[in-house]
């Protein structure tokens, strides 16, 4: 048998890039291909009495308590999408879109942060925007940069606002305080959001064209909207999941089961909940879990057995040697290899296969990774708007007008790619934003 390991880890990590690359090219998902990579390398490397160090790594990912909340809180975005919920929040929220320009825009904001304060999944709000904000504010006349950038942008914003499914990933991956890192994600959120919304009320009061106010084109013969039932529920939901895990009643994984009794109960009382529309949201879930647990698997194996190699070493000696020993220079260097990642990777992938690289790092440079956590999370804001993979406009493609091509909705997020590299540039510029409960 061939002894991989007398390459040395330098070409031994140049091989397996490229057979991750190799791989990935064919077609084959990053969960089946980190697994095989892994599982090679372990042979090949430290021979076949090694194997069974795969199956402990496979373990000790899939039996974290803490990954409990996981599917919890996908369970609840799923309950959401299939209730009438989010269509009752818009509609209550109209009264702001008739009275300033580009109010529809701010509207579609404004209910982007309530929904991602009550999934953080970003899947199912940036389809809920699309079908509910989109055809509105085209149909008014709004621009369709501003229109198509300001639902697909607002969508993506449940991977920063507690209880953001990224953050709980982080936080597993890091082994720090998933409450810690919703607190300090809380501050940052909301300056990402208001920057979006103080770009679409410049730009609208800038070039009154780009947004008409709807009730300069006359009013429409609408129902009229219960106030109580479109913002009680929602409101209720966030209280009672952000309330406990900030107050420390209940652990993370506590409140997320609050949460999808919660949303379960709202549905129920609007009449809303039956059988089919249970069976569909858990159908949904383990979807979207079983995709989570194969990448975590896979990366879990291919991390724990790429440190056995000494390969957590070799990185770390080799970041610091191109950043010259510079902490900001280091921090910006991951930077850059997270944002190449996150073009062509799915974010599972990124945090789990980079995380347990960086975070010692992180934390020998006397960074706190409570902070790193927030950084990260910001990074992976702009790979979910980026080219050419950005999984938002994905899903905003899934449901807009078949005139609006994958190419156009990618034009219109670059103002917002800008205010969210603008927005991670504060946040390492001045970590106090992200550490303000401290």
């Given at each position: 048998?061939?002894?991989?390991?007398?390459?040395?880890?330098?070409?031994?990590?140049?091989?397996?890039?490229?057979?991750?690359?190799?791989?990935?090219?064919?077609?084959?998902?990053?969960?089946?291909?980190?697994?095989?990579?892994?599982?090679?390398?372990?042979?090949?490397?430290?021979g076949p009495d090694a194997l069974?160090?795969?199956?402990?790594?496979?373990?000790?990912?899939?039996?974290?308590?803490?990954?409990?909340?996981?599917?919890?809180?996908?369970?609840?975005?799923?309950?959401?999408?299939?209730?009438?919920?989010?269509?009752?929040?818009?509609?209550?929220?109209?009264?702001?879109?008739?009275?300033?320009?580009?109010?529809?825009?701010?509207?579609?904001?404004?209910?982007?942060?309530?929904?991602?304060?009550?999934?953080?999944?970003?899947?199912?709000?940036?389809?809920?925007?699309?079908?509910?904000?989109?055809?509105?504010?085209?149909?008014?006349?709004?621009?369709?940069?501003?229109?198509?950038?300001?639902?697909?942008?607002?969508?993506?914003?449940?991977?920063?606002?507690?209880?953001?499914?990224?953050?709980?990933?982080?936080?597993?991956?890091?082994?720090?305080?998933?409450?810690?890192?919703?607190?300090?994600?809380?501050?940052?959120?909301?300056?990402?959001?208001?920057?979006?919304?103080?770009?679409?009320?410049i730009r609208c009061k800038l070039?009154?064209?780009?947004?008409?106010?709807?009730?300069?084109?006359?009013?429409?013969?609408?129902?009229?909207?219960?106030?109580?039932?479109?913002?009680?529920?929602?409101?209720?939901?966030?209280?009672?999941?952000?309330?406990?895990?900030?107050t420390g009643v209940a652990s993370?994984?506590?409140?997320?089961?609050?949460?999808?009794?919660?949303?379960?109960?709202?549905?129920?009382?609007?009449?809303?909940?039956?059988?089919?529309?249970?069976?569909?949201?858990?159908?949904?879930?383990?979807?979207?879990?079983?995709?989570?647990?194969?990448?975590?698997?896979?990366?879990?194996?291919?991390?724990?057995?790429?440190?056995?190699?000494?390969?957590?070493?070799?990185?770390?000696?080799?970041?610091?040697?191109?950043?010259?020993?510079?902490?900001?220079?280091?921090?910006?260097?991951?930077?850059?290899?997270?944002?190449?990642?996150?073009?062509?990777?799915?974010?599972?992938?990124?945090?789990?296969?980079?995380?347990?690289?960086?975070?010692?790092?992180?934390?020998?440079?006397?960074?706190?990774?409570?902070?790193?956590?927030?950084?990260?999370?910001?990074?992976?804001?702009?790979?979910?708007?980026?080219?050419?993979?950005?999984?938002?406009?994905?899903?905003?493609?899934?449901?807009?007008?078949?005139?609006?091509?994958?190419?156009?909705?990618?034009?219109?997020?670059?103002?917002?790619?800008?205010?969210?590299?603008?927005?991670?540039?504060?946040?390492?510029?001045?970590?106090?934003?992200?550490?303000?409960?401290?």
């Open positions: 048998m061939f002894d991989l390991s007398s390459i040395g880890i330098a070409w031994g990590s140049l091989l397996m890039l490229a057979m991750m690359i190799g791989l990935l090219l064919t077609g084959m998902q990053l969960a089946f291909v980190t697994g095989f990579v892994a599982i090679f390398f372990t042979y090949a490397w430290f069974p160090l795969i199956a402990s790594r496979t373990y000790s990912f899939a039996s974290g308590y803490v990954f409990l909340a996981v599917p919890m809180f996908v369970l609840m975005a799923a309950l959401l999408d299939r209730s009438g919920i989010a269509r009752d929040l818009f509609d209550a929220m109209k009264s702001v879109g008739r009275k300033v320009r580009g109010g529809v825009a701010v509207q579609t904001l404004l209910v982007a942060v309530l929904l991602a304060s009550m999934s953080g999944v970003i899947g199912g709000e940036t389809v809920l925007l699309g079908i509910l904000a989109l055809p509105q504010m085209l149909r008014l006349g709004y621009d369709r940069k501003l229109a198509i950038g300001t639902t697909c942008a607002g969508g993506a914003l449940g991977t920063m606002l507690p209880p953001s499914i990224v953050l709980i990933i982080y936080g597993m991956t890091a082994s720090v305080s998933i409450g810690d890192l919703f607190k300090a994600s809380f501050l940052p959120a909301f300056i990402l959001a208001g920057c979006y919304i103080g770009y679409v009320l070039n009154p064209a780009l947004a008409p106010i709807p009730s300069d084109m006359g009013e429409e013969d609408e129902p009229k909207v219960s106030y109580f039932k479109a913002l009680f529920f929602p409101l209720l939901s966030v209280v009672v999941v952000l309330g406990s895990i900030y993370v994984t506590e409140a997320s089961a609050l949460g999808v009794v919660g949303i379960m109960i709202s549905a129920l009382i609007r009449g809303e909940l039956n059988v089919s529309m249970l069976k569909e949201s858990a159908i949904a879930t383990m979807k979207t879990c079983g995709m989570i647990m194969w990448i975590g698997i896979g990366a879990s194996a291919l991390v724990g057995i790429y440190n056995l190699m000494g390969g957590i070493d070799f990185v770390e000696e080799m970041i610091l040697a191109l950043s010259g020993g510079s902490p900001l220079a280091t921090l910006l260097i991951m930077m850059v290899i997270l944002l190449v990642l996150g073009m062509f990777l799915d974010w599972v992938g990124v945090a789990l296969l980079t995380m347990p690289i960086f975070v010692p790092i992180i934390t020998s440079l006397g960074y706190d990774p409570v902070w790193f956590g927030v950084v990260f999370c910001l990074n992976m804001q702009v790979s979910f708007l980026s080219p050419p993979f950005g999984p938002a406009a994905f899903y905003l493609k899934s449901v807009a007008p078949k005139d609006i091509s994958l190419g156009e909705i990618f034009h219109s997020l670059l103002p917002f790619i800008a205010l969210q590299v603008l927005v991670l540039g504060l946040v390492i510029a001045f970590p106090d934003i992200a550490m303000w409960w401290k």
